[in-house]
């Protein structure tokens, strides 16, 4: 399948961001965030149908895809760009799918407005100290010892095969097999544009301060408990599947879903992933609609809660 026709906007800074609709803008927002190397693409498979139940808006984040670079990278920095779009559109309350570097910016646009988050669709996202797998002892001790040396062991993933391998590393053969053509390709080359490598760098440097807001990010889904959808592929080489258990330590009533697949799970499994996200927009939704209190509810707690724009850390992180 193929996305609509990107549309494109001018961020304060001056960059450009590139991003797709879809669908009814009365209906539910759902805010696709994709991870790194790709771009909107990622959802090419899904899109079509989401727009049945929601209005999509699936961005490539600066930096990624047709997006331009930003002055300076950072996740921070990405997270204000997604911000400025949603004012764009006008959107309120949002549905927001996190994935992989996705997941660094879409917790931070939820915890700046956790009154407009409708649910969380989480696949294959990062944020607890259990995601932190053997393959990330070198980028630990690039931000505790930054040195050159040290980046250059912490960014292999910067060659073409590594690239690929984001799409089929860990997965058994026959899964493998069912990707349509080399999507890794067309994030290589898009990789390798002026300005991209180097920002890759700087948002792996700066993923640190995504992990030292961990507490932070426990805090918030403890005291919120957003209705929340789970789609993990088991063969994810990066994240640990540990990490799936403090998910659901954090939000015990969150539907979770493990998958034969791994970190691009919507290469692989892209029907039984929007059969469920459909179906969690329109139950949760649904729900919202018949308890109007819970709305209610939540804007009296940001109203005598105003800390809640900075989670105040302090909380055990798993």
Same mark, same amino acid.
């Given at each position: 399948?193929?996305?609509?026709?990107?549309? *494109?906007?001018?961020?304060?800074?001056?960059?450009?961001?590139?991003?797709?609709?879809?669908?009814?803008?009365?209906?539910?927002?759902?805010?696709?965030?994709?991870?790194?190397?790709?771009?909107?693409?990622?959802?090419? $498979?899904?899109?079509?149908?989401?727009?049945?139940?929601?209005?999509?808006?699936?961005?490539?984040?600066?930096?990624?895809?047709?997006?331009?670079?930003?002055? @300076?990278?950072?996740?921070?920095?990405?997270?204000?760009? !997604?911000?400025?779009?949603?004012?764009?559109?006008?959107?309120?309350? +949002?549905? !927001?799918?996190?994935?992989?570097?996705?997941?660094?910016?879409?917790?931070? !646009?939820?915890? &700046?407005?956790?009154?407009?988050?409708?649910?969380?669709?989480?696949?294959?996202?990062?944020?607890?100290?259990?995601?932190?797998?053997?393959?990330?002892?070198?980028?630990? =001790?690039?931000?505790?010892?930054?040195?050159?040396?040290?980046?250059?062991?912490?960014?292999?993933?910067?060659?073409?095969?590594?690239?690929?391998?984001?799409?089929?590393?860990?997965?058994? %053969?026959?899964?493998?097999?069912?990707?349509?053509? %080399?999507?890794?390709?067309?994030?290589?080359?898009?990789?390798?544009?002026?300005?991209?490598?180097?920002?890759? +760098?700087?948002? !792996?440097?700066?993923?640190?301060?995504?992990?030292?807001?961990?507490?932070?990010?426990?805090?918030?889904?403890? =005291?919120?408990?957003?209705?929340?959808?789970?789609?993990?592929? +088991?063969? %994810?080489?990066?994240?640990? /599947?540990?990490?799936?258990?403090?998910?659901?330590? $954090?939000?015990?009533?969150?539907?979770?879903?493990?998958?034969?697949?791994?970190?691009?799970?919507?290469? @692989?499994?892209?029907?039984?992933?929007?059969?469920?996200?459909?179906?969690? /927009? =329109?139950?949760?939704?649904? *729900?919202?609609?018949?308890?109007?209190?819970?709305?209610?509810?939540?804007?009296?707690? +940001?109203?005598?809660?105003?800390?809640?724009?900075?989670? =105040? &850390?302090?909380?055990?992180?798993?």
């Amino acid at each position: 399948m193929s996305l609509p026709a990107q549309r *494109r906007m001018r961020l304060s800074g001056g960059t450009e961001l590139a991003y797709v609709t879809a669908g009814d803008p009365s209906n539910p927002a759902l805010l696709l965030l994709h991870g790194f190397p790709s771009s909107s693409r990622t959802f090419r $498979d899904v899109v079509p149908g989401l727009a049945r139940v929601a209005y999509v808006i699936a961005p490539d984040l600066p930096g990624h895809g047709q997006s331009d670079v930003p002055p @300076t990278p950072s996740f921070a920095a990405i997270s204000e760009a !997604i911000s400025e779009l949603l004012a764009h559109l006008v959107i309120g309350r +949002r549905f !927001i799918y996190v994935h992989d570097w996705g997941t660094a910016v879409g917790l931070q !646009i939820a915890m &700046q407005a956790p009154e407009l988050v409708s649910g969380l669709i989480i696949q294959n996202a990062n944020a607890h100290r259990t995601g932190f797998g053997p393959l990330w002892d070198a980028a630990l =001790k690039f931000w505790s010892e930054p040195t050159k040396e040290n980046e250059a062991a912490a960014t292999p993933d910067l060659t073409f095969e590594f690239t690929r391998e984001q799409y089929t590393g860990g997965l058994p %053969e026959e899964v493998a097999a069912t990707i349509k053509g %080399e999507p890794w390709v067309e994030d290589w080359r898009v990789m390798n544009l002026p300005g991209r490598m180097e920002t890759h +760098r700087a948002l !792996i440097g700066d993923y640190k301060n995504h992990a030292a807001r961990f507490d932070a990010i426990a805090g918030y889904l403890e =005291k919120w408990q957003p209705p929340a959808l789970m789609l993990w592929g +088991r063969h %994810e080489p990066y994240f640990d /599947i540990a990490e799936t258990l403090s998910w659901m330590q $954090d939000l015990p009533r969150m539907e979770a879903h493990i998958f034969d697949g791994g970190h691009f799970l919507l290469e @692989t499994h892209a029907e039984p992933a929007l059969s469920l996200m459909m179906d969690f /927009i =329109k139950r949760t939704q649904e *729900r919202l609609t018949q308890f109007p209190s819970l709305l209610a509810q939540t804007r009296l707690q +940001r109203r005598f809660h105003p800390a809640n724009r900075e989670i =105040k &850390q302090g909380r055990r992180s798993t």
